[in-house]
């Protein structure tokens, strides 16, 4: 077996994804690579800027990888604050590992898309998995345009390339990293810490989101499917939870009693008019047995649990 390597494994994502794969794996199976160095890492770890292509190149035949797992982006928020360089980032990085696969360096590739591939005009309760895609952020539209490409890379080249459309994800291991819907990450840490919240989303926004446990989930469930059931080669929906800043607070008040919530909308809340507050995830369910095991209140109660752990609380 070739190693796997997870490009971004510092990020939100990275952190359970390579715990995740070292548990299915082995530590010797499996090679974490980031731009930054910090913390424990349960395999080896190389420092890597995936944007340099003769260094990526080098590692991935260094360690004889077979498997990549692209994470490495800049994310809605930032992004719209780095429009060149989330384009660069986002883009090329794809392409190359997308090259990776048409010349047979590499045997599989995952690539994450988001929500954010919806815009205006998407039907918003939910999001059909094939629907008006009319992105309105710099995000969205990277997203976009590397969902055709990876569909264009497995129907010209045959490269086995597979994606998932995340929701918003919530997660005790790692901060938020600039998302818009990291307003649902700060909120249990400003609850454990200060008993009250500023959210900069206004108390009626709903949007999909799901637990970092079903995400780590459902991307290794559509990693082992076998390739006559990926039958869709942009990115397939995946839900789980659809709520509001209003109704997670309620579910943490019930949990934290006397924690409080007001509300200061920013720039973030145009970004979260323009996407679904629901996707449809039938074609997931159908072609490879995706379903969510967290609702609001178990993964609400699993937050605050282990939040408090790490606090000392």
Request: aromatic share 10%.
């Given at each position: 077996m070739g190693k796997i390597?997870?490009?971004?494994?510092?990020?939100?994502?990275?952190?359970?994804?390579?715990?995740?794969?070292?548990?299915?794996?082995?530590?010797?199976?499996?090679?974490?690579?980031?731009l930054n160095a910090g913390g424990e890492t349960p395999c080896t770890f190389e420092t890597l800027d995936v944007m340099d292509q003769e260094a990526t190149m080098g590692l991935i035949k260094k360690h004889q990888v077979e498997e990549v797992y692209l994470l490495a982006a800049l994310l809605s928020a930032t992004a719209e604050k780095y429009p060149l360089k989330a384009r660069q980032l986002n883009m090329e990085s794809l392409l190359f590992m997308l090259e990776a696969g048409r010349e047979k360096i590499i045997k599989k590739l995952y690539w994450p898309s988001s929500i954010a591939v919806f815009g205006p005009s998407t039907p918003r309760n939910p999001a059909p998995q094939f629907t008006v895609n009319d992105p309105n952020t710099v995000y969205g539209i990277t997203k976009y345009a590397g969902e055709l490409w990876c569909r264009y890379y497995?129907?010209?080249?045959?490269?086995?390339?597979?994606?998932?459309?995340?929701?918003?994800?919530?997660?005790?291991?790692?901060?938020?990293g600039g998302g818009t819907t990291d307003y649902a990450v700060e909120i249990y840490h400003e609850a454990l810490k200060n008993g009250k919240y500023t959210?900069?989303?206004?108390?009626?926004?709903?949007?999909?989101?799901?637990?970092?446990?079903?995400?780590?989930?459902?991307?290794?469930?559509?990693?082992?499917?076998?390739?006559?059931?990926?039958?869709?080669?942009?990115?397939?929906?995946?839900?789980?939870?659809?709520?509001?800043?209003?109704?997670?607070?309620?579910?943490?008040?019930?949990?934290?009693?006397?924690?409080?919530?007001?509300y200061a909308p920013d720039f973030r809340q145009a970004i979260a008019d323009s996407w679904p507050a629901s996707v449809d995830d039938s074609h997931a369910r159908n072609d490879w047995n995706w379903k969510p095991e967290f609702d609001l209140a178990s993964m609400s109660a699993d937050m605050i649990l282990n939040l408090k752990k790490q606090m000392g609380l």
């Amino acid at each position: 077996m070739g190693k796997i390597l997870i490009i971004g494994s510092k990020g939100q994502i990275g952190t359970e994804l390579t715990r995740a794969l070292v548990a299915q794996y082995g530590s010797e199976n499996v090679v974490a690579a980031d731009l930054n160095a910090g913390g424990e890492t349960p395999c080896t770890f190389e420092t890597l800027d995936v944007m340099d292509q003769e260094a990526t190149m080098g590692l991935i035949k260094k360690h004889q990888v077979e498997e990549v797992y692209l994470l490495a982006a800049l994310l809605s928020a930032t992004a719209e604050k780095y429009p060149l360089k989330a384009r660069q980032l986002n883009m090329e990085s794809l392409l190359f590992m997308l090259e990776a696969g048409r010349e047979k360096i590499i045997k599989k590739l995952y690539w994450p898309s988001s929500i954010a591939v919806f815009g205006p005009s998407t039907p918003r309760n939910p999001a059909p998995q094939f629907t008006v895609n009319d992105p309105n952020t710099v995000y969205g539209i990277t997203k976009y345009a590397g969902e055709l490409w990876c569909r264009y890379y497995h129907e010209k080249f045959g490269v086995d390339v597979r994606s998932l459309r995340y929701p918003g994800l919530i997660s005790y291991s790692a901060p938020p990293g600039g998302g818009t819907t990291d307003y649902a990450v700060e909120i249990y840490h400003e609850a454990l810490k200060n008993g009250k919240y500023t959210s900069f989303l206004k108390e009626d926004t709903a949007l999909p989101m799901m637990y970092m446990p079903d995400a780590i989930r459902a991307t290794l469930e559509l990693m082992h499917a076998p390739a006559e059931q990926v039958k869709i080669r942009t990115s397939y929906n995946v839900g789980a939870l659809s709520f509001t800043p209003e109704q997670i607070g309620q579910e943490i008040a019930k949990q934290i009693p006397g924690f409080t919530l007001d509300y200061a909308p920013d720039f973030r809340q145009a970004i979260a008019d323009s996407w679904p507050a629901s996707v449809d995830d039938s074609h997931a369910r159908n072609d490879w047995n995706w379903k969510p095991e967290f609702d609001l209140a178990s993964m609400s109660a699993d937050m605050i649990l282990n939040l408090k752990k790490q606090m000392g609380l």
